[in-house]
Every structure is written in C-alpha cells, then in structure tokens.
C-alpha cells in the first residue's frame, strides 16, 4: 500500500514541489503552520526518520538546512524551525517552519491555506533556492518532482 507522500511524489497526487535530488523531495504542506511550511520526505517510504539508514538520516538533515536558510531569507523571518513528528503519515518526514514565533512549531495549529497562498509561498521559496545557487535541485515544474 501506497502512502500519501509515495503517491504525491509518483505525482498521481498534486504536490507543490520546491526541492527534489535522488535521495528526497521537498514539497509545501496543505495545512502549514506558516507561510513557506514545507516537508522534507525521502523518495524511500521508511515509516518513521528513525528507520532512515544514517546516510539518508543525514541528507534530510542537510536539506532541511539549506530549506531552512532559504525560508528566513525568502519570508523575512530571524529563524526557521524544524519538527519530526510523523504520526499523521507513516512515512518519515520533517517539518520545515519559517518561525515568526515559537507556536509557528505547534502542529497542532495547522490550518488548510488556498491554492493562491500555497503557490505564492512556494513561488517566493522556490526563488530564493534559484537565487541562492540551489537551481540544479529546484524541479523545473512546481508541480513535479522530476530530477529534470
């Protein structure tokens, strides 16, 4: 069975994609925290970060910097914040949140956001990787995770 973020990144379901290498994809979350929340999913399904061999443990880690620097650049913020959870989806993942204060960390305080507010902030997010010399690793098309 197939989870969720198997299925967005085969791209059978939509996803708004702002980073994709061979090891992980980097996609927006329906129900952000924040402006520019995002998710940082290894392509291989392990049910939670801790089954991540530590060389893909490791990548996500370093993605998720590189996410994160281009947050507070592209959002205005002094700090992004990073959460591992998983309970929602069995499939590893971290939360990569531009923090405005420390409850943008509080997934509790997801909310659906548009379509026009989920482009818009993948757009600025997707820009500032372009920007900051990350554009072999920004999918040519936001709707896909194709390596190019």
Request: hydrophobic share 50%; aromatic share 6%.
């Amino acid at each position: 069975m197939s989870t969720v973020f198997e299925k967005i990144i085969s791209g059978q379901w939509a996803g708004r994609f702002a980073w994709a290498d061979e090891v992980c994809v980097v996609f927006a979350t329906i129900e952000p925290t924040a402006p520019g929340h995002v998710l940082v999913v290894p392509r291989a399904p392990y049910a939670k970060w801790t089954d991540a061999p530590s060389d893909v443990a490791a990548h996500l880690m370093t993605v998720a910097r590189v996410i994160g620097l281009a947050q507070e650049a592209a959002f205005g913020v002094d700090r992004s914040g990073l959460v591992i959870a998983g309970f929602e989806v069995p499939h590893a993942h971290l939360h990569v949140i531009p923090l405005r204060d420390e409850s943008d960390v509080l997934l509790s305080r997801a909310a659906p956001a548009s379509d026009e507010e989920l482009d818009r902030a993948m757009g600025a997010l997707r820009d500032q990787l372009l920007a900051s010399g990350h554009g072999a690793h920004v999918p040519a098309r936001m709707s896909s995770a194709a390596l190019s």
